[in-house]
Every structure is written in C-alpha cells, then in structure tokens.
C-alpha cells in the first residue's frame, strides 16, 4: 500500500530541514526549541507508520507523549523571539512538561481521556501563541527585523496547524465512537503527514530568525498618549536610523532599537502602527530599501553586495521587501534608474 512509506519519506525529509536549519552559519544563538520540534516531529511521522502502516500497537504509548510536547515546543521557540523570560530555564522546562506528564498519567491509568486531553493542549497552546502575537509581526521584539515578518507567517501557519491537529483528533475520535474506528487510519494517515510537513516547514521558516547576542536585555514598555507623542517618537527613531544608519545592522530587532533611541519598544510599536499604517520591521527596511536604491543607481556594486551593505542577510527577505516598496526588482529598477542618478524612494 502507498500509505505504509508515507510516514517515512516525510520524516526523511524532516530529518533533512532539520539538519540544513541546524547548520546555519552566523555566530547567533540557534533558537533550540524550534529545532526541538522539527526534531520530535520526524519522530512523530515515524511513530504514524510504525503504528498504522505496520500494526505496532505499543506505538500507543509513545506516540500521545511527543504529540503533547510539539505544541509546548512551538510556544517555547516563538516565547524566546517574542521577549527574554526572567524564569529560570528549570523553572519554565517544569512549566512546558506539565502537559506531557499529564498526558502520561493518562495512558497508563485512563486511556479514553488521552484524546481529549491532546485536543485540549493543541488549541491552549495555539490560543496562547496567537495571543502572544496579537500585535502582529512587532511581537516577535527579539527577532531580526530582517527576517521577522516571515517568521510571523512561519509561527501562525504552526500555530494554526495546532488548530488542525486538535480537529483531526475530534473527527477520529468521533469515528471511533460511531463506526468502531474504520476510517482512523486512513484520517490520521493523511492529515497528520499534512499536519507534520506544514509544521515542519513553517517551524524552519521561523528559526531562521535568530536570537542574537545580548537578547536578554528588556525595553520597558509604555504606550504613547498622543499623537504628539507619536510624532515625537518617530521623530526620534528616524534620527537613530538616518543619522548613524542603525538599520545597517543586520541583527537589528525591535529591543535593540528601543534602547539605542532610548524609546520603551511598545512605544514604537503603536506610533508606527498608527502613523505609519505598518509594522516596526516593514519601517526598517524601508530605511534599508531606501539606500539600497541609491547605491543601485549611482554605482556599479553588485546587488548580493549592496543586499548585505544595507543590512539584510538573505536574497529572498531582501528581493520580497525591495518588490514591496518599488514594486519591481532591484535589477529592474537599476536599469529603469540609473542614467538619472535620482533619489528614489521617499522616507
């Protein structure tokens, strides 16, 4: 049958991302939880075709426990992005394995409640991701500006695949209860290796935003009263962008900015917000579009070159943000604008 190597073709290739997000080269601290959870999550796929492709029933007692740890995992990796904890790591290590201890107490004494329990964990878990995120891609303050709008998309298509996890388990469950379980395999077959791959890849997508060095230190937080205070604000954060070109720095992120301006990071968050119609991150690169315009059109450097000198690390970050703001590739617009040597895009 087609469906016995599924599970583990799909872990293969679980195992693969994991390895290339492993080896990233920059001297950043790898964000351990993320690659934790791509880690259980080939596990997992395995478990599915050793349980369903080959009969293996002990599986059972296995299989419920790194389905309760993934979700702890993911608000583990996306809580290191979104701020620095003050809790000791023995502290929250304790708090996280409470679900997957529960969970254990229940397949050994309890077995009928394990379902419930799973269901119950992925949509607290995937509510407290989104919850955490609720101002959008400015809650991930420690992340690159670089990188963190994609790593946005990456959490909440993970935390919305937690949603689809707790569906699925309800509509087996269901099966169980009213046609002794004839369809089970076939629904966990193909919409957990549907399940796993999206969190997979969107877990890999997330990771590539970094902690960077230093990512313990906490801006206070406070929001503006004002739209004078708001304009005050930017005012402030321009001047530490344009004056001494802080968006150069490729592990720039919204604390760092915060303290070199001087400005709690909330503060920041909500006059951009409000001013400026867009999140903290899109801001920064707009510096960094900005003059990545003007060294496009008067010199000859190589784009990959001025991709780096403006502070952005990947090609892909960089060609999706220059799109959002020209509306044309960098190639495009140094060809359009070169011969005239004008200032292309606005503050």
């Known amino acids: 049958m087609l469906f016995v190597p599924l599970p583990f073709v799909v872990a293969l290739l679980l195992f693969i991302l994991l390895g290339v997000v492993a080896?990233?080269?920059?001297?950043?601290?790898?964000?351990?939880?993320?690659?934790?959870?791509?880690?259980?999550?080939?596990?997992?796929?395995?478990?599915?075709?050793?349980?369903?492709?080959?009969?293996?029933?002990?599986?059972?007692?296995?299989?419920?426990?790194?389905?309760?740890?993934?979700?702890?995992l993911l608000y583990a990796g996306v809580a290191r992005l979104a701020r620095a904890s003050d809790r000791p790591w023995p502290a929250l290590l304790a708090l996280h394995a409470v679900p997957a201890a529960i969970v254990l107490v229940l397949v050994l004494f309890w077995r009928d409640a394990v379902d419930a329990a799973l269901i119950s964990i992925d949509f607290i878990y995937a509510t407290a991701i989104l919850w955490l995120l609720r101002s959008g891609a400015d809650g991930l303050r420690l992340a690159p500006f670089d990188g963190a709008v994609p790593a946005y998309r990456g959490i909440i298509a993970a935390a919305f695949t937690l949603c689809l996890s707790g569906l699925v388990d309800m509509a087996v469950s269901f099966d169980v209860a009213s046609g002794h379980g004839a369809r089970a395999a076939a629904v966990i077959g193909i919409a957990n290796l549907f399940i796993?791959?999206?969190?997979?890849?969107?877990?890999?997508?997330?990771?590539?935003?970094?902690?960077?060095?230093?990512?313990?230190?906490?801006?206070?937080?406070?929001?503006?009263?004002?739209?004078?205070?708001?304009?005050?604000?930017?005012?402030?954060?321009?001047?530490?962008?344009?004056?001494?070109?802080?968006?150069?720095?490729?592990?720039?992120?919204?604390?760092?900015?915060?303290?070199?301006?001087?400005?709690?990071?909330?503060?920041?968050?909500?006059?951009?917000?409000?001013?400026?119609?867009?999140?903290?991150?899109?801001?920064?690169?707009?510096h960094r579009i900005d003059e990545a315009c003007r060294l496009l059109t008067g010199t000859d450097q190589p784009v990959t070159e001025i991709m780096f000198a403006v502070g952005f690390q990947t090609k892909s970050n960089f060609n999706r943000e220059f799109r959002r703001v020209t509306e044309m590739t960098p190639l495009a617009w140094r060809e359009r604008n070169a011969p005239s040597l004008a200032s292309p895009v606005g503050g």
């Not at 259980?40 to 492709?53: D, I, N, P």
């Not at 969190?199 to 997330?206: E, H, K, L, S, Y």
């Open 196 to 286: 796993l791959v999206i969190v997979g890849v969107a877990t890999a997508a997330a990771s590539q935003s970094h902690v960077p060095p230093n990512a313990a230190e906490l801006a206070e937080t406070s929001p503006p009263a004002n739209d004078g205070e708001d304009a005050d604000t930017l005012r402030r954060v321009d001047e530490v962008l344009r004056e001494k070109k802080l968006y150069r720095d490729a592990d720039l992120n919204l604390n760092r900015l915060a303290r070199r301006a001087g400005i709690p990071a909330r503060q920041i968050s909500a006059a951009i917000n409000r001013a400026k119609a867009r999140n903290v991150s899109q801001y920064v690169n707009e």
């Open 23 to 72: 080896r990233r080269g920059d001297e950043a601290a790898p964000n351990l939880p993320f690659l934790a959870l791509i880690l259980v999550a080939a596990l997992q796929s395995v478990f599915t075709g050793l349980r369903w492709g080959y009969g293996i029933r002990e599986i059972g007692y296995i299989a419920p426990l790194s389905a309760a740890i993934m979700p702890a």
